[in-house]
Nanobody
């Protein structure tokens, strides 16, 4: 599975962004698609995921502010982010988990200014 993340940018605190993860390849084998982020000097952390059945899960930092969704026809998974904070600044990555492997896309930079 190949993944392409996009939609990052510079936004002021309190603003919104929508990230997009476009998938290609063996999409039918995907179990979950997740969003992760990595701030400078920090470990990569999980943000949200959506299962093949449409169940959604969020980290505590994302709950109530971020929404993960998918458009199966467009083969895309989105991360809508509201009420952004400077601490949300990071490179955001999407990944696709299958039974025997996990595929990562390249990251997209999100910068939130105070």
């Amino acid at each position: 599975v190949q993944l392409q993340a996009s939609g990052g940018g510079l936004v002021q605190a309190g603003g919104s962004l929508r990230l997009s993860c476009a998938a290609s390849g063996s999409i039918s084998s995907i179990i979950t698609v997740g969003w992760y982020r990595q701030a400078p000097g920090m470990q990569r952390e999980w943000v949200a995921r959506i299962t093949s059945g449409g169940m959604t899960y969020y980290s505590d930092s994302a709950k109530g502010r971020f929404t993960i969704s998918r458009d199966s026809a467009k083969k895309r998974v989105y991360l809508q982010m509201y009420s952004l904070k400077p601490e949300d600044t990071a490179v955001y990555y999407c990944n696709a988990q299958r039974l025997t492997s996990t595929d990562w896309g390249q990251g997209t930079q999100v910068t939130v200014s105070s």
